[in-house]
C-alpha cells in the first residue's frame, strides 16, 4: 500500500509517499515529490543511494512498538529499524524522522494499519 506524509526539514515541508508491504509493518519505499531542502545537503533525501536505505526496514518491532528512526547511530532496537541521517543535514533528518514516525504512529495511520490486520478492512 501506498501512503501520503508530509512534515517539516529544515526550510520546507517535505510531501511524499511511504510504500509498505501488504503486511503493514515492511517499508518498500520512501520516495519525496516536492521540497525546497538546501541541494546538496537536504535535497538529498532525492538521492537513489539514499532511498535504496528504506526497503527491508520495518515500522514496528514484535511487540508492536513503533521502531523506525532516521539517526546517525543505530538505536537499541536494532539495524532493522534505522536508517542513516543524511550527513550535513541534522535538522532535514531530524524533519524525516519526525514525520515517517508520526504518519505511522498513533495521531497517524497506525489506527487504520492496526484494523487492516485484523481483517476489518
Do not use: C
Request: proline fraction near 7%.
Amino acid at each position: 500500500m501506498i501512503l501520503p506524509v508530509h512534515g517539516y526539514g529544515l526550510w520546507s515541508t517535505l510531501y511524499g509517499f511511504i510504500a509498505l508491504a501488504p503486511n503493514g509493518n515492511d517499508i518498500l519505499a520512501l520516495q519525496f515529490y516536492q521540497h525546497g531542502e538546501t541541494p546538496g545537503l537536504g535535497a538529498e533525501v532525492d538521492n537513489p543511494r539514499w532511498k535504496a536505505l528504506w526497503p527491508g526496514k520495518r515500522l514496528r518491532d514484535d511487540e508492536g512498538e513503533l521502531q523506525i528512526t532516521v539517526a546517525k547511530s543505530v538505536p537499541p532496537a536494532g539495524a532493522d529499524y534505522h536508517i542513516d541521517a543524511l550527513a550535513g543535514a541534522t535538522l532535514t533528518s531530524v524533519g524525516v524522522d519526525n514525520l515517517v514516525r508520526f504518519w505511522m504512529g498513533e495521531e497517524g495511520y497506525a489506527p487504520f494499519l492496526d484494523r487492516m490486520k485484523a481483517g476489518e478492512i
